[in-house]
């Protein structure tokens, strides 16, 4: 019923406070994590009250998304992964990724990525790597039990190292392979990181 | 005989005309890459003598590695790769960088990677990984012929997302596995890059 009225008839607020929202969303996601952060705590932060938040943005994962400036909800993008049969995964995964990176995203994540690697929010996207994109496929690769953190590590240093060199650095031939040689090239790297025998 | 007459019994000059050197250095790797750059063009730019170049820094690929802050020479740092057996060059390879980074020389090599990231080096650090580092290593994974651009921007792609992730966000556990447990880990990639079917 509170969302219900918090939704109805409201018209657009001013920038300000969805700007001072954002501010106190990144603050304490970055310090805290996304798991240990609460909307509530972020409307106290940002002078405002709770409801307003949900008005702006939705769900904490969406503010979350906002906040860290990524234009495509992890679980939308990975959809087509959790039900890939698993010797499929690393595959299905990096074609998911690589498509959001050759969109109009792409600027917003570079954007993201270069702010996390020069300090100003470190805290920002290890919390999307690691509480966010993990939850998507972490349950599917945790085997032996205990190992899903350190297979998902593992891919996102391959993850990131693409990003760079084919993005940033633009390291040739990398740089202009069509995605699909990419994800040719690159997947039996996050198949054998998610599935196989790390001794 | 005219390096001899530069050497010898020349004062340390001012770190101006040091500073000077090194700021033409930058620009000019970094615009024209390694190979098309000369040490006579980066004197004129500082308006020095280019036998004052090689005094402070000895020689072109010596002033190159200081220009990009990089403090160990990869033709040291790689030597014992260059005579590893094909089959154990990935692990090798890894062992060695990893070692540079889990020196004294982290701070630095971190320095010079984001600033590549930030977009004030890109040409700078693309220049090091393709006509420095990739000329230790090349010629030993170019099967079939040509394909040791690919093979070695592959590398570079893994290499580049193990710093990130391990030493810039700290992404656990991969962030506090003892070295030869990373080495273990992501060996097998780097071998398949450089000596595997890419298909």
Avoid: C, N
């Avoid at 219900?4 to 969303?25: E, K, M, V, W």
């Avoid at 932060?45 to 904490?60: C, E, I, M």
Wanted: charged share 20%.
């Amino acid at each position: 019923m509170t969302r219900a009225t918090t939704r109805t008839g409201r018209r657009p607020g001013s920038s300000g406070t969805r700007d001072a929202i954002l501010g106190a969303a990144r603050s304490r996601f970055a310090e805290h994590g996304f798991d240990r952060t609460s909307v509530r705590s972020i409307a106290a932060d940002a002078g405002v009250d709770p409801a307003l938040v949900h008005h702006y943005f939705g769900t904490k994962r969406a503010l979350f998304l906002a906040a860290i400036a990524i234009p495509a909800d992890p679980a939308m993008v990975l959809a087509g992964v959790a039900d890939a049969p698993v010797e499929e995964i690393g595959e299905r995964f990096l074609r998911a990724v690589v498509g959001v990176w050759e969109s109009p995203h792409r600027e917003g994540l570079l954007a993201a990525f270069r702010s996390a690697i020069t300090g100003e929010s470190v805290g920002l996207v290890r919390s999307f790597l690691t509480e966010v994109v993990l939850t998507e496929i972490g349950h599917r690769v945790d085997d032996p039990a205990g190992s899903a953190a350190l297979r998902a590590s593992l891919v996102a240093s391959q993850m990131a190292g693409l990003m760079v060199t084919r993005y940033i650095l633009e390291l040739e031939p990398l740089a202009t392979l069509p995605p699909e040689r990419v994800v040719h090239l690159v997947a039996p790297t996050l198949q054998r990181y998610l599935t196989g025998d790390l001794g």
